[in-house]
């Protein structure tokens, strides 16, 4: 039995996808690009960083990226993280970007605290 024939995916088409998938589930999307790059675009589509395991990602790679996924005014910068550094790409064109900030876990009144100082004393 023969096995089927190669099927073809343009990079830009598997971005956009990846895009058009982040602003529908509002949910980060990761694709692959090479053995060692990656690219995560952000909720909305308007932002993605550009990463590699094991080497620092070069700035052409991130303007053909942004091209590819229509970026009309991109605006190119460096994130550092505790072990890898990304080149980060947003376009300014979408306008502000807030920042989602996560809310401190609350504990309920059945839960014991954590803290000393909440505990009564015994004396």
């Not at 900030?101 to 954590?114: I, K, R």
Request: hydrophobic content about 35%; proline content about 9%.
């Amino acid at each position: 039995m023969a096995l089927p024939p190669t099927d073809t995916v343009k990079i830009r088409d598997v971005l956009r996808r990846a895009q058009q998938r982040a602003r529908e589930l509002e949910r980060t999307q990761q694709v692959q690009i090479g053995e060692d790059l990656y690219c995560r675009i952000a909720p909305g589509g308007s932002r993605f960083l550009l990463f590699s395991l094991d080497d620092v990602p070069d700035h052409a790679t991130a303007e053909a990226i942004a091209q590819g996924m229509g970026f009309k005014t991109p605006e190119y910068g460096w994130h550092q993280g505790e072990t890898l550094r990304s080149l980060t790409v947003v376009d300014a064109a979408a306008g502000p970007f807030l920042e989602v900030v996560e809310p401190e876990p609350q504990t309920s009144a059945h839960e014991p605290s954590e803290n000393p100082s909440d505990k009564p004393s015994s004396s």
